[in-house]
C-alpha cells in the first residue's frame, strides 16, 4: 500500500478483555515496529520484527502482550487481560531495511480500557 | 543505552519569528538524528534526519536542524514561523543495531 494502515483507529474494551491490533505495513518494507504512546509522552518502543521474526522484544511491558508477522508483512499485536493503564494510542511503523533512514509510521490506534 | 532530551515542554513563538526546538542525545555510536512532528490525532510525519555529511540539514516545509557532535546536539529551526507549524515535535536517534528512540516531544505554538 502507499503508507502504513492500523486497524482499528480506535478500540473501546473493557478490563480484562482481549484485543486485537493490526498493522499494514509498506509493501516491500521487511522491518516492522510497534510503539506505545501515553498521553504527554513519545512513543515508547515495543517489539521489532526483521521479516516474519521478532529481532527485538525487548520493550514488551509483561507477558499479557505479544506480536506476530506470521508472513512477513501483516502484523498483529495481542493483548491478554487489558487493563486501564494498557490505554494509550499504538503505533506501528515499517522501513525497507534496518531503519537508518527512518521510519514511516501509521496513524495509529488510539486503545481505551474501561 | 541511547537517549533523547527535549528539554522544553512547550515553545511559543510569534508568526514570523525564527523559532528554535531543543534536542539534545546521547549514544554510544555514531548517531543517525530525526525530527517528527505530530499533528492531532494523526501519526508521526518525518520531517528530516541527519545521517552523516553537512552539519545543517535541510527538511520538509522549509524547517532546518543543525547537528553539533560537539554538543551532541540536534535543534530543529525554522527562519519563520507560520501559524499551521503549531504541532507537537519529536526528536529521535538510532545508533547502530539499535531502534529509533524518541524524546518526550515539544509542543510548538504559533500565535497570530
Known amino acids: 500500500g502507499a503508507g502504513v494502515s492500523q486497524t482499528p483507529s480506535n478500540k473501546v474494551t473493557e478490563k480484562g478483555k482481549y484485543v486485537e491490533l493490526r498493522c499494514d505495513p509498506i509493501s516491500g518494507h521487511t522491518a516492522l515496529y510497534w510503539y506505545r504512546q501515553s498521553l504527554g509522552q513519545g512513543p515508547e518502543f515495543l517489539i521489532y520484527?526483521?521479516?516474519?521474526?521478532?529481532?527485538?522484544d525487548s520493550g514488551l511491558p509483561n507477558d499479557r502482550f505479544f506480536a506476530v508477522r506470521p508472513e512477513g508483512s501483516v502484523s498483529t499485536l495481542k493483548i491478554q487481560r487489558t487493563e486501564r493503564g494498557d490505554s494509550a494510542v499504538y503505533l506501528c511503523?515499517?522501513?525497507?531495511?534496518?531503519?537508518?533512514?527512518?521510519?514511516?509510521f501509521g496513524s495509529g490506534t488510539r486503545l481505551t480500557v474501561v | 543505552a541511547q537517549s533523547v532530551a527535549q528539554p522544553e515542554d512547550q515553545v511559543n513563538v510569534a508568526e514570523g519569528n525564527p523559532l528554535t526546538v531543543k534536542c539534545t542525545y546521547s549514544v554510544s555510536g555514531n548517531p543517525y538524528l530525526f525530527w517528527y512532528v505530530q499533528y492531532p490525532n494523526r501519526g508521526l510525519q518525518f520531517l528530516l534526519k541527519?545521517?552523516?555529511?553537512?552539519?545543517l540539514v535541510k527538511g520538509s516545509y522549509g524547517f532546518e536542524a543543525e547537528f553539533n557532535k560537539s554538543q551532541t546536539s540536534f535543534h530543529l529551526k525554522k527562519p519563520s514561523a507560520l501559524v499551521s507549524d503549531s504541532a507537537l515535535y519529536f526528536c529521535a536517534v538510532i545508533s547502530g543495531y539499535s531502534t529509533l528512540t524518541f524524546g518526550k516531544g515539544t509542543m510548538l505554538l504559533v500565535s497570530p
Open positions: 511503523a515499517s522501513s525497507p531495511g534496518r531503519g537508518d533512514d527512518g521510519y514511516t
Open positions: 541527519y545521517i552523516t555529511g553537512d552539519n
Open positions: 520484527f526483521q521479516g516474519t521474526g521478532a529481532a527485538d
